[in-house]
């Protein structure tokens, strides 16, 4: 680490010269260390957040670290100079890769999100001996390996807090508070926009459309939602969170993902009668093979994640000798992931001034240690299920229903069965005690033959020991 004198008056004394006096080795405060130049990828929604921050508590941060952080350049094609900001025109530039690759950058902070070009960015910066943070989890779910391993082989560091939970400090947590404990599964509510949409339709009746139209008036959706409710998103922090959790990786495609556009008020009428909540939740177990999987699930709702509403986020920890331990913040906007980059920035200067290189191993393993997942296959899942079949009201039905049911080895735990009358459709509710997956698809599968069913059967897989 270099020194140098804040008032200029005369160069420090060197290191050796204060060890051989017995002088403390840490700089006073006349002395501080060179600046930490950052670079900025994106200035959209999270970069602003970012800006802003250094800006609001330059000197809390210079005393956190030990010297200044100096935001040295932002790379945004469609940034305008924006007086509140106060961003210096001259910090600003198209050229994203002439940035990256600037001496004076210590720290390349990706908010571009996206593949391409964060991708390569990222690895160009790795290269050139530069320490990355990024929020970017479509990114690391999918490219996560490339991109560690990179890091490992020249000793740099990749934060990546924001990227899973917004403002929520979860992967620092798993990778180093929880690091001396075994984990045997992890809850997930990752996504906003879905909680926000069910927190809609459980709190105020509403159906989905409905739900997500409101969402996108209020700027808790985007016009094309497809990312977010059909669970692609949560599939992508879930990725993250394995890793962290259980050491080892999986793709996107290994995830069993699905949303929660076919959920219907009145399941959530009925989820209600028999006790429960639904949340989209991001499930992962360890029991032998890696359980991963992302759907609306029933929760009792006396469990603390019920209460986990509109676009908050939180992920419930089981693990072996800490027990249950919960996560709970604001899972997106502006500076609540803010926080989070900023929070990796500050690790990754601080040890850039101690002179250590790569900081700690960022998934909490080396990444040569992070084996491939045994995932579970969906069909090899147990579960405990809510059915709802549309049948006509006939004696008999729910005897027909019950025999395919008890044939698959499927037991039923209740059953809810309204209306009455000749020739109607009436819904027909029941929940299973604990069943394989396989079983229960080919338990529905021949439910929908029988001529008294109408339309597919729906179901929806219940935590009830969570
Ligand atoms: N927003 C949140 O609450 C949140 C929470 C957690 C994590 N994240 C993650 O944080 C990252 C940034 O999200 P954000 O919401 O800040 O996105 P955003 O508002 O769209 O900001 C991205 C900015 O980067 C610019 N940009 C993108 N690609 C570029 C390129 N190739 N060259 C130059 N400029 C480029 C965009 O310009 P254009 O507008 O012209 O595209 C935009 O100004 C993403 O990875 C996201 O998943 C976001």
Known sequence: MRLFCVSGVRPPPSRTFLRKRNFP????????????????????????????????????????????????????????????????????????????????????????????????????????????????????????????????????????????GGGVPIMRTLREALAGDRHRAVYGIVNGTCNSILTMMTEHGSEFAQALAQAQRDGLAEADPTLDIEGHDAAHKLCLLVTLAFGVRLKPAQVYTEGISQITLADINYARELGFTIKLLAIAKDDGGIEARVHPTMIPSHHLLTGVSGAFNAIYVHSEALGPSMYYGQGAGQMPTATAVMADILEIARHRLAGARGGAHPLGYPATMVDRARVKPMDDVLCEYYLRFMARDRPGVLGSIASILGRNGISIASVIQQGRGVETTVPVIMRTHEARERNLKRALAAIRRLRVVQGAPAFIRIEERL
Request: proline letters at 4%.
């Open 25 to 164: 080795m840490e700089p006073s405060r006349n002395w501080v260390a060179e600046p930490v130049r950052i670079a900025l990828l994106g200035c959209g929604t999270v970069g602003e957040g970012v800006v802003r921050l250094i800006r609001r508590n330059a000197a809390m941060f210079e005393r956190k670290i030990g010297a200044p952080l100096v935001l040295a350049g932002v790379a945004d094609r469609s940034l305008k100079p924006d007086p509140s900001l106060g961003l210096d025109a001259k910090l600003i530039t198209r050229d994203s890769a002439a940035l990256v690759m600037r001496d004076d950058i210590d720290i390349v902070v990706e908010l571009f999100g996206g593949h391409e070009p964060a991708r390569t960015l990222i690895l160009k910066a790795l290269a050139a001996g530069k320490d990355v943070v990024t929020a970017n989890k479509a990114l690391l779910a999918e490219y996560g390996d490339e991109i560690f391993r990179a890091a490992g082989k020249v000793q740099r560091a990749v934060g990546f807090e924001a990227s899973v």
